[in-house]
């Protein structure tokens, strides 16, 4: 490899579909949902490579609007994506999903690529948009999990207090299981990229305690808000249901 990153082929780049064609199989013999399974793979590869092409010209174009722009974009869709947990709450909730993700991932944005990394200038994509990314996938599947448990502990405990923490407790589940396993389970995304395009190791750590600190933040804190932010509407919502 001799420290560069390898020049995947297309050729090279189907074999590693190949272990996906069991799955499938299985998935078909026991009657399960295969036909979501190829219709998930297919829409992957599509929106890889599209995003690969769209990155390549917003890399090359450098503008400030078209950076916030694409932000915007990300935090329309990722607020309207957490709430597919409880889908029968989701125009209700998504004012306020909106306003925790736009709060809590804007601010960790700002800290972590102005204040940790110094990006210059201040809108770089290749700083940008993979961190923010990152950040807004994170609290999405957070904020997610805590709608869908505070719903759940509500219609058995008319307490709000008492659900909000349960439902945050099991948000930063995922995330704090990340914490304890890193570096010794597994070697995640950001660090193992770096390490193969030849970056040392040490310094390859350093960025992953930056993108840990941030994931724990972001969701923690978007969570936090969301389940704050969306009390009354979650009270009102359970007092109809009953």
Known sequence: MSGLIINITWWHLSISLVPVIPVVWILFHWNLKWRQACYAIVRMLAQLMLIGYVLAFIFEAKNALIIMGVLGFMLVVASWISMGSVPELRRRLYPWVFIA????????????????????PWYDPRVVLPLSGMIMANSMNSVSIAAERVTSELKTDPDYVAARGKALQAALIPVINGLFAVGLVSLPGMMTGQILSGVSPLIAAKYQIIVMCMLFSSAGMSSAGFLWLARDSLEAAREVQT
């Open 101 to 120: 993700l736009l709060v809590s991932c804007g601010l960790m944005i700002i800290l972590v690529t102005q204040g940790t990394l110094g990006a210059d």
